[in-house]
């Protein structure tokens, strides 16, 4: 018998994601001692010390079923945001949020407009409840919000947005983002992916919330894995219509955020310092890979974010040589992007080495 042939259609060719390798992998793989992680654009400052500080204090209640409904946090976030509990939503990530937009919301044959050069996370979602995904060129690299109206059609139910964008790390403005929202129909529920919002520097990024108090079919996604450090734990929160959430809540598994998550991430929101320091260095390591590209040479896509795309020619192959040298990053072949690798902004030293290890290995390339 071919086991093959039980799993769905829809599921058999789906490629799996895949995460960047953890430092521990490599090091076994490959013997090294010294190996620094810039693959999965995750805080190399650590989480926040007031989350470390309320998980210690709270380890002797792990016997305990979590809160299924996170009212603290959800209280919490409630304040931190200036919007109703019944508009919040917990997941186990934001993943788990988009896969519960999808699951909730899309039938099978209905579409969702999605970026080409996007998470693909979104489509992976789709695919899963056997939806279409209606996919949108990039334009210089950043979304192109005036085709993504236009590839609205009758059997359109979402859309979604990462601002800024993954991989790419560009953004869309105020402006773009009002614009856009004038020409979708009010029955087609608009995804905006924050993930990186707390990096964001410009004055002229959407105010996606303000969307959501008007009225609109708007979910805006942010988590606690980036800029607070909590990559590990797993929990990001999703804001939207009290209608839409409590659609959401009918596929949601009753104790999907674990509690230590939740303490962690009440306390990381009250650690503006740890935000602060995080975007300080981020916007200095930033910088110097800017500037460090530029006297080699190096292309590089300008990022809002906490990473950098950068053009290397083969990317699979400078991403594998790197890796032997002991720096993880990204390669981007499964986003369509074969010459770029995907860095995250680390340590001063971390930055350092990568420079140096990335120019040894494309001069021996």
Known sequence: MDIKKLIRSNIRDLR??????PIEEVQRELGLEKVIKMASNENPLGPSPLAVKAIGENLNRMNFYPDGGGYYLKRKLSSFLDVDENRIILGNGSDEIIRMVVETFLNAGEEAVIAEQ?????????????????LVKLKDYRYDLASMAEAVGRKTKLVFIANPNNPTGTMVSAAEVESFMKKIPEDVIVVFDEAYFEYIERGDFPKTIDYIRDGRAVVCLRTFSKIYG???????YGI?????ISGMNRVRQPFNVNSVAQTAAIAALDDGEHVGKSREL????????????EKRDIRYIPSEANFILVEVGDGTGIARALLKEGVIV???FCYDLPGFIRVTVGL???????IEKLQDVLRSS
């Open 330 to 332: 990204r390669d981007m």
């Open 16 to 21: 799996p994601y895949e995460p960047g390798k």
């Open 230 to 236: 909590l990559a590990g734990l797993r929990i990001g």
């Open 118 to 134: 996007s998470f693909v996370i979104y489509q992976m979602a789709v695919r899963i409840v056997n939806g279409e995904s209606r």
């Open 282 to 293: 981020n916007c200095r390591g930033r910088d110097f890979l800017y500037r460090e590209l």
């Open 240 to 244: 939207s219509q009290p209608e839409i």
């Open 348 to 354: 001063e030293s971390g930055n350092k080495n990568f």
